[in-house]
């Protein structure tokens, strides 16, 4: 059953009202959703231990502030928590995206202090972002987490012990808050992001990936943003979705076709000729024909 608290403020769905706390916005992916969320009218509470943020913050005016904290610090969480409500009076979402990911070494070589700050920075301050924001999004009744996770968190890549465990983590992390406060009106979702960058792919990257390239920030800011907006998300919660280009749907003993079978510079008779003969192609009456005998859906 719902718990809709007294006086809860539910009744605005529209994004020129709603507030997202975005972490580790300073660039990169954080910064390219603060950017797109304020374009679309939301107002974004922008954080990162590099001051830079302040800069992205001021560089989209009215919508948006900035705060340098390290997430590592549960006061500073805390205390960026409650700046950031204060300074609209309400908060409606929360991306999880700041990490650290500076692993050079195996789990035996791996230093203690480099696993600490790994694990703090992506699994941690997750918590402790629900930890503070989580009740003021119970008591308006309606709140959306979005974790960035990783494809890291489905599979081993080597050097990356703490970071590929706590991406998992947070996957789980993630399906706590939707068992425990779905019934408050908060959603929580993963989003999987594959090899995300801003700059050329080289051709050996792109090789892996099935759709023909890599992925760039604006490829999870869109993501991010549809699992914000209860109007297009709202019975989505506890997805773990890939932004991947395909990466995860094959087995890692194959190899994406390459060069790709069809390309786009293939004469019209060699497309032809590799594809299945047009009477196998059932047209439009066919499938009509065909969803008539099909009552087991
Ligand atoms: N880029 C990719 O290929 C890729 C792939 C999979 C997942 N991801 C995930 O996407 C998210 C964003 O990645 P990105 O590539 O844009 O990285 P990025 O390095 O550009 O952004 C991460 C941000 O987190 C901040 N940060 C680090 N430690 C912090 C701390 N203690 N307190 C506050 N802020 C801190 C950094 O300063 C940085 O601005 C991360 O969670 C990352 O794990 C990225």
Redesign the pocket.
Known sequence: MRVTPPGADTASSSTSSKVVLI??A?????ECTARRLCSHGYRVAL????PRVLTVAQSLGDGARGWV????DPEAVAGLVKAAHAAWGRLDGIVN?????RERADVVAEPIAVWERVIN??LR?PFLMAKYGVPLMMRQGAGAIVN?????ALRAYPHSPAYDTA?AGLNGFTRQIVLEYGAYGIRANSVL?????ESEASPEQIAHYPVGRV?R?ED?ASVIEFLLDDALSGFISGAEISVDGGLMAYSPEVRPPQPPLHPATSSASSLEASLPPSQDIPGPGDQRAAADDDSAH
Not at 47 to 50: A, E, G
């Open positions: 972490t580790g300073a660039h990169g992916i954080g954080t990162d231990i590099d904290a390290d997430l590592v995206n700041a990490a650290f990911q920075v992506c301050a960035v996770s990783s494809i890291h991406k992001p594959g090899l995300i960058i992925g920030p999870v």
